[in-house]
T-cell receptor
């Protein structure tokens, strides 16, 4: 079964550094998402992306965050200047049509630790 | 008001019993509802989706939706120790124009052997 692939599985960085989290969505999916989950807390929506542009973003997704689809397969999340509170699991997800009845398929996540 | 609410648990059931997990949501026009299972340190895994009022069965799992009461539930029959996980309710809040899911905080299920 096709799956969403995320790399790296664990990233450790120092406060103030830039990080890029990478994702390869399922090949025939058109809508891409980033979610995060701080340890012990709920899964929170960050941003959705369709047709090479952001279609929706949450309050969490401020100017420190950006997303890009640099080629036909990768989807990246960049955090420009990491803070301690950015430490979390970051999940990439994709769906086929993006309509309300299209379930999200999640990748295995990247655990980001900011020291 | 929280958009998607779940009892955090833990809900403890003996092996072979029925586990009943509940979720309420705030936006009456929400159209689609999902249950995900999340093992500790892992990503959410889709179990069920439901879009219409009533019951939907898939193997040992039954999802129930009552839009009038803004309530969705998940029943797990013949619970197994391997079902021990956190169960996340996710709702597509609002009308069909919003594609991002909003998750509840999850209910931790413990199935005792």
């Amino acid at each position: 079964e096709p799956e969403v692939t995320q790399t790296p599985s664990h990233q450790v960085t120092q406060m103030g550094q830039e990080v890029i989290l990478r994702c390869v969505p399922i090949s025939n999916h058109l809508y891409f998402y980033w979610y995060r989950q701080i340890l012990g807390q709920k899964v929170e929506f960050l941003v959705s992306f369709y047709n090479n542009e952001i279609s929706e973003k949450s309050e969490i997704f401020d100017d420190q965050f950006s997303v890009e689809r640099p080629d036909g397969s990768n989807f990246t999340l960049k955090i420009r200047s990491t803070k301690l509170e950015d430490s979390a699991m970051y999940f990439c997800a994709s769906t086929t049509t993006g309509t309300y009845n299209s379930p999200l398929h999640f990748g295995n996540g990247t655990r980001l630790t900011v020291t | 008001q929280k958009e998607v609410e779940q009892n955090s648990g833990p809900l403890s059931v003996p092996e072979g019993a029925i586990a009943s997990l509940n979720c309420t949501y705030s936006d009456r026009v929400s159209q689609s509802f999902f249950w995900y299972r999340q093992y500790s340190g892992k990503s959410p895994e889709l179990i069920m989706s439901i879009y219409s009022n009533g019951d939907k069965e898939d193997g040992r799992f039954t999802a129930q939706l009552n839009k009038a009461s803004q309530y969705v539930s998940l029943l797990i029959r013949d619970s197994q120790p391997s079902d021990s996980a956190t169960y996340l309710c996710a709702v597509n809040i609002g009308d069909t124009g919003r594609r991002a899911l909003t998750f509840g905080s999850g209910t931790r299920l413990q199935v005792q052997p």
